[in-house]
């Protein structure tokens, strides 16, 4: 595999895990609040990620066997 | 599995006029040819050693053309997946629950919901039977069962906004199918944690080194949880790397405390392990999901992935020879140590998670289809995830079957079978037909650095020494198997830990939701004491089961297992009844035999096991002959063996008659079920009732995004043409892969 793919390749990784993880939810949050409610106020990081671990209280989630 | 199919601009596949390409079908002969023979291989060897490879290739090879061809066909032909219309993550986004996400990362986050323990556990019990039925029924299970029963109930939860199977129930079958779903699965969570609480006390019973390394985690996931909140909020990665970096030197730190003075403390019986699982599970549900529940399913998702895939490049790279039989005795006899039945339809019910799954149609009717961008990714998703557990459960077969099966019946068969000690294991497994020395059970104990191999139940263990043998057959040779072993347990452990925290909150909101409708502030998820008594109430449910299952002198796993099963099952056969209710409704009859053929296997065996525990006269595997043969015995005032004492008798009587109860309640939910569903089908077919679908309604997407794993050249060209307007900074366009940016948010959105 060639250097750049290399890159490439780790690069995605690096995207993967913090989609996956929940990490990108704040960039996510404001973007979508810069995009579709200007003039909102945009949490800073650690309100918003207690709010939306909070949310995850009143949600419980099943895991499988 | 990586092609993806070739849709033209409506999003369908395109019709029978396509031209296929010579080289894909080149390539799905050779996949077809590499399948057939490594099955071959599989099934016509016969008393010569097998390799495991051949399970792998045959699996392999079986998935790719199931989700090449027959899922795809389900996916375009009979459900009419439509990339046209909008996903409830679209339409609804919320930015909280309802969130266009794209493909790959739903894909992770539904495997991960989907897969635990039990795709590990249940193979490694079913190896009983020999390697050749558990196999089969994982593979063709779930390419004809299981994939399709999560990929179909995904797709209407889909359509319907993201209800939940009992909603759904209740709305297309009628309130009494609704009720008996609901009731299905609380129960099933009861068992499920029952059983799966038994596993951890199973591999953490008498061994320092496991206690305690499964101990620190609770510390590590409180200090990860503090980081994360007031440290460093949401950084994730960064944080579940620290917390890997703990948890491995939590478990060779247990190497050393097992060598110290303070294994005393660590070294605890089951029945206090049973004690500190219920306060565990009791504190865990209650406090809020940042302490203790969110860091630890980060470490136990990652480290769940991680071990999957390590062992996969393991098997490839050592290659192990199969020791287990492909059929033993035990498949027709019905008398096996580790669970008694027969074959059929006993290997159908122990396997449940990895071939069909009823505990899937909850989280592909819960969070999961809120999230999905485009309808033509219920393939990958709901189908690849199952598909990809299922690999997991022949993964856990290969372990399982690798070990000397003298060991293997040695570690499986309960306590009152093998006795306490090496010799009298030893003598006890020459009885059921193999051989092991008492000197090698001691050498395999200690080359994994525990006290004793004997009787250690559950699953677990097994699958342990199966992967230390693997993984230090490739990383770091004998002198770390140890290790190894204890980096299984704590795998296990770790994620069944995780679901017993969940699983014990999901069952207080529904037992807080039903209070509810009588007693209103019950409802409030919020007011403490509705949360504690609800919690206590769960807890004390799965906490009893687990008590009789570490108590029980017959054995807890081979008495709960199968009642397990069943109830998984019998969930299966709720969710395969709402889908062919729906393919039925939506005028799809001609189609409904693609959810209806497995509902009607499925509930073939699950009635049959049911009968079979409730009925049968052989007290090894009827429960109330069981009852019976014992309860006879102390109105004499007698002990029979396994018993010890009178309390012994008594605890049996008490275990046979409960376990009874339960088996004869699941198969009868299973008939009120399917008996109200063919009212309705009925009904719909004769056209004596008008049809109410409860479908959203439709509304054009402007989402572009892709259906497979990877982007196909022409979805590719359309998603650049979005990507254009999404590329712009603070939009989409940061957070889409670098290879590959449709924008999986609408250009023009408001």
Redesign the interface.
């Known amino acids: 595999m060639t250097t750049d793919g290399l890159r490439?390749g780790v690069?995605?990784l690096h995207?993967?895990?913090?989609?996956?993880?929940?990490?990108?939810?704040?960039?996510?949050?404001?973007?979508?609040l810069?995009?579709?409610h200007p003039g909102a106020s945009v949490p800073t990081?650690?309100e918003?990620?207690?709010w939306r671990?909070?949310?995850?209280?009143?949600?419980?989630?099943?895991?499988?066997? | 599995m990586a092609t993806t199919p070739e849709l033209d601009e409506s999003g369908r596949a395109s019709g029978a006029g396509r031209r296929r390409d010579p080289r894909t079908i080149a390539i799905w002969t050779v996949v077809a040819l590499v399948g057939a023979v490594s099955w071959a291989v599989l099934a016509l060897s016969r008393g010569e050693n097998v390799n495991a490879v051949w399970m792998i290739f045959a699996a392999l090879g079986s998935y790719a053309i199931a989700y090449r061809f027959y899922a795809r066909w389900i996916a375009h032909r009979v459900l009419g997946v439509d990339d046209r219309r909008a996903t409830p993550a679209e339409r609804l986004n919320n930015d909280i629950d309802y969130q266009p996400t794209d493909r790959r990362v739903l894909f992770g986050h539904h495997f991960a919901a989907i897969a635990g323990a039990g795709p590990l556990v249940g193979p490694v019990l079913a190896a009983q039977m020999g390697y050749l039925p558990g196999t089969i029924w994982i593979i063709a299970g779930v390419i004809f069962a299981g994939a399709v029963q999560d990929m179909v109930t995904l797709f209407f939860s889909m359509r319907r906004d993201g209800k939940s199977l009992g909603q759904m129930a209740r709305e297309e079958i009628g309130p009494v199918g609704g009720v008996a779903a609901l009731v299905a699965v609380f129960s099933i969570m009861i068992i499920l944690l029952a059983v799966l609480a038994l596993v951890v006390v199973g591999a953490l019973a008498r061994s320092p080194w496991g206690t305690f390394s499964i101990a620190l985690t609770i510390p590590i996931a409180f200090f990860m949880g503090f980081y994360l909140r007031s440290l460093r909020p949401g950084r994730v990665l960064e944080t579940s790397l620290i917390g890997i970096g703990l948890l491995i030197l939590a478990i060779i730190a247990g190497g050393w405390v097992q060598d110290s003075s303070w294994a005393a403390a660590f070294t605890l019986s089951p029945k206090t392990l049973v004690i500190c699982l219920v306060v565990y599970g009791f504190f865990a549900s209650v406090l809020p999901v940042w302490m203790l529940l969110a860091p630890r399913d980060y470490l136990s998702t990652f480290l769940k992935i991680g071990t999957i895939i390590l062992l996969a490049i393991g098997i490839l790279v050592t290659a192990p020879v199969l020791q287990n039989d492909a059929i033993t005795k035990f498949a027709s006899r019905g008398d096996g140590p580790v669970f008694a039945g027969s074959l059929f339809p006993f290997v159908f019910i122990t396997i449940a998670c990895g071939a069909l799954s009823g505990f899937h149609s909850l989280i592909a009717s819960g969070t999961t289809p809120k999230m999905i961008q485009k309808e033509s990714q219920i393939r990958m998703i709901g189908y690849g995830a199952m598909l990809t557990e299922s690999f997991v459960a022949v993964m856990a077969m290969i372990a399982a079957s690798i070990i000397d099966p003298g060991l293997y019946y040695a570690m499986n068969a309960p306590a009152g079978t093998v006795g306490a000690t090496a010799q009298s294991a030893a003598a006890a497994v020459t009885n059921l037909g193999f051989t092991i020395t008492p000197e090698t059970l001691q050498a395999a104990a200690t080359a994994v650095e525990e006290e004793t191999l004997v009787a250690r139940t559950g699953g677990a263990p097994t699958l342990a020494v199966g992967m230390s043998e693997i993984f230090s057959g490739f990383l770091g040779g004998a002198s770390v198997k140890a290790f190894w072993y204890h980096f299984a347990i704590m795998f296990e452990a770790l994620f069944i830990l995780t679901t017993v925290d969940a699983g014990t909150r999901v069952g207080r909101f529904m037992l807080q939701d039903t209070i509810g409708n009588v007693w209103k502030p019950m409802r409030r998820v919020s007011w403490p004491p509705g949360v504690w008594a609800a919690s206590a109430i769960v807890v004390g449910l799965w906490g009893y089961f687990l008590w009789t299952g570490v108590t029980n002198p017959l054995g807890g796993i081979n008495q709960l297992f199968p009642l397990f099963g069943i109830a998984n099952q019998l969930l299966a056969a709720v969710a395969l009844t709402v889908c062919t209710t729906l393919l039925i409704k939506s005028g799809r009859a001609k189609y409904a035999w693609v959810t209806g053929v497995p509902l009607a296997w499925d509930a073939v065996v699950t009635l049959t096991a049911s009968w079979q525990k409730v009925f049968s006269g052989d007290p090894k595997l009827g429960f109330f002959s069981q009852r019976e043969r014992y309860a006879n015995a102390l109105d004499q005032g007698d002990v029979l063996a396994p018993a010890k004492s009178l309390d012994d008798m008594q605890a049996i009587v008490t275990n046979s008659t409960v376990d009874g109860i339960l088996a004869a309640f699941f198969a009868i939910l299973i008939v009120i079920v399917i008996a109200d569903a063919i009212r309705v089908w009925y009904q719909v077919l004769s056209r004596r009732r008008p049809v109410e679908l409860h479908e959203a309604p439709y509304e054009e997407s402007r989402i572009v995004a892709g259906s497979g794993l990877l982007p196909t050249a022409e979805e590719r060209a359309r998603g650049q043409l979005v990507g254009a307007g999404a590329g712009r900074p603070g939009t989409s366009g940061d957070r889409m892969p670098p290879d590959d940016r449709p924008g999986e948010e609408p250009a023009g959105r408001p």
Do not use: N
């Open positions: 490439r690069r995605w995207w993967y895990l913090r989609e996956v993880s929940g990490e990108s939810a704040y960039d996510r949050h404001v973007a979508h810069r995009s579709g990081r650690k918003f990620e207690r671990m909070d949310q995850r209280d009143s949600r419980p989630e099943a895991r499988c066997c």
